[in-house]
Nanobody, 123 residues
């Protein structure tokens, strides 16, 4: 059973930075795509960033490209989201998610495992 626990959210002013972390339970972590998603009140959940198993390839939503950076540590089974130049519109609950890569794209909606989320508020 895969368990994901996010941390690092909080309240920050426009232009500030936050670093989100996601710790994963013991499983074949390096075989999984890891992603960050966000959901603002009244809006649908959307993908923010995804990182492939080796950690060298990542994808980003257009709204965050150049400001956010996703990274992973396969030894510690953790994934991170460095968020810079934060905007009010980045305010949302941020979720870490995992899905087996199986040779497919990590840009998918059907991630299998989800954390409880961490709130990011930018004002």
């Amino acid at each position: 059973h895969v368990q994901l626990v996010e941390s690092g959210g909080g309240a920050v002013q426009t232009g500030g930075s936050l670093r989100l972390s996601c710790a994963s339970s013991r499983y074949n972590y390096s075989s999984y795509c890891m992603g960050w998603f966000c959901q603002a009140p009244g809006k649908e959940r959307e993908g923010v960033a995804a990182i492939y198993t080796g950690g060298s390839t990542a994808t980003y939503a257009d709204s965050v490209r150049g400001r956010f950076k996703i990274s992973r540590d396969n030894v510690k089974r953790m994934v991170f989201l460095q968020m810079n130049s934060l905007k009010v519109e980045d305010t949302a609950m941020y979720y870490c998610a995992a899905v087996r890569a199986d040779g497919r794209s990590c840009v998918r909606d059907e991630y299998a495992y989800w954390g409880q989320g961490t709130q990011v508020t930018v004002s």
